[in-house]
């Protein structure tokens, strides 16, 4: 058996953020889950569907690993990266470090998972591994999956070799904070800017504010997109409230990241940003409910009311980021 000692454990409410806060926690950082979402330039927004699908997709953060990259590079701390198609040599990966007392970052599908409460393939699944023994693996969740919880290490090994929409080759990742790391007040306004200039100006249409008034146009037809509306429209909307898009968990973390930064930086831009970042969230909460009752009603008004919110959101969330480029 090993395991990390004197390991803070604490599950947060988003995966990535999660192993980031065990990982550096470890390494003497603690922030708070809003300074480490904005500080990585998180937020984003995606409306995602192909032929593939059975049904579309809305994220509202950058992608996977993407956040955990852009946090390393901010607070300038060192970030090493494994990736391999070899079993063998992923459990090397993660095993090495843990024996030497440091907890590892892994990417994974959470379907494989067995403490994982709702059994859907998702590649993008971030967790800190602590420790091991002859059958589980010892991880860190987030607080709605149990926090500290365990796996066995057959199904840890599943979820690490699994294939398909943004998996990784058995990815796990290490961090370390040596000298003096960069205060993070001091990279707030840079990562504030970088994450407006990509809202604002999206490569394709379907991401950033481009992508909400794309998914405006296309949430009211919906129900013509599915061929089991009551179970995509319930799942959708718990996943945009819960786990994606919605005021609950990507619009509310950054709003209290703006509210905690405008503690520290005087700025009208930062202050006006905010309080359009607290209206759009009760707003996203707005669509998921109404998405989750056209799931039980069948009728397609809620699906053209959301799709109205969705085009006002498109505009706030614009204007908020504009603000906030200026600071």
Known sequence: MAMVEDLDARGMQHCETTALGVLLRHEGIDLSEPMLFG???GLSFVYWDSKTMGFPFLGGRVKPFELTRNLATALGLGLLVEET???????QNVAAPIDAGRPVGLQLDSYHLDYFSTKVHFGGHVVAMYGYDEQDAYLVDTDSQGGAVSTSLAGLARARAERGPMTARHRSFTITASGSP???QDRIIPAIRTCADAFLNPPIANLGHRGIEKAAEQVPKWLRRSDDPREDLSRTAVLMERAGTGGALFRNLYRDFLAESARLIDSGHLRTGHALYAEAAALWT????????????GDAKDLVQAGSILHELSRIERDAMRELSLI
């Open 286 to 297: 707005q669509v998921a409910a109404l998405v989750a009752a056209t799931g039980e009603s």
């Open 39 to 41: 500080l990585g330039s």
């Open 85 to 91: 198609t070899s079993p063998r040599k992923a459990w």
């Open 182 to 184: 960069t205060p993070p």
